[in-house]
């Protein structure tokens, strides 16, 4: 019974020592990083592959870099929130992988492609306008033209007219004729003014 008292005890303060020992050989200082272009890579729960898996990791993903192990040359990194976890330093970077660099150039090159949509957009805002414009301008200029044949011809006809009327016999005629008339009707009343003058004297 002490046997078994004293394994169980030497085994729990192995184990406490192993965590300890790794937790003190981790560096403090926590920095972003980034997983290397492997496929995937395994995550343990100690700074060695002698510990349990406790996950994977993408190739690219984003971490927080919180210590290494000199010994093991294991780093523990901190992902998805507060899950943590260790793994080969071989497999962390400080610098965006092709993977990161991969999305962030296919971010920019949406952000692009939407911009040059926009300026498309309004460019051929701008010249459905300017055309519209241009047709008006040429609608009103063809409007004025008409106006002025119109204005030439009225002009045309109205000096026609003019001329026209004393050129007709008949018009002419009837000019003469009301004269005539005039004169018929006038003449009678000057005469025997005249006539009877001349009898008083």
């Known amino acids: 019974m002490f046997r078994l008292i004293k394994s169980s005890l030497l085994v729990l303060f192995s184990a406490c020592w192993l965590a300890y020992c790794g937790s003190a050989a981790a560096q403090t200082e926590s920095k972003p990083a980034f997983i290397s272009d492997a496929l995937f890579v395994y ?3 100690g700074p060695s592959n002698q510990y349990r898996i406790v996950g994977t990791i993408n190739a690219g993903q984003s971490v927080t870099y919180l210590g290494e192990d000199a010994d093991t040359g294991y780093v523990q990194i901190q992902y998805e929130g507060d899950k943590t976890g260790w793994l080969p330093k071989e497999h962390v970077t400080f610098s965006p992988g092709l993977v990161s660099q991969l999305e962030q150039l296919k971010a920019e090159y949406a952000d692009h492609n939407q911009k040059i949509m926009t300026l498309e957009q309004q ?3 701008l010249n459905s306008q300017l055309n519209q414009a241009v047709a008006e301008r040429q609608t009103a200029q063809e409007q ?3 106006a002025n ?3 030439e011809q009225l002009k045309v006809q109205l000096e026609n007219t003019q001329s026209s009327i004393w ?5 002419l005629g009837s000019l003469i004729l009301l004269a005539g008339l005039l004169f018929g009707l ?3 009343l000057i005469l025997p003014k005249k006539r009877n003058n001349e009898r008083w004297m």
Do not use: C, G, I, T
């Open 43 to 45: 995550l343990h729960s």
């Open 186 to 188: 006038l003449l009678p």
């Open 149 to 151: 044949r119109a204005y």
């Open 123 to 125: 460019r051929d805002e």
């Open 167 to 171: 050129e007709k016999p008949m018009v």
């Open 144 to 146: 004025l033209e008409q």
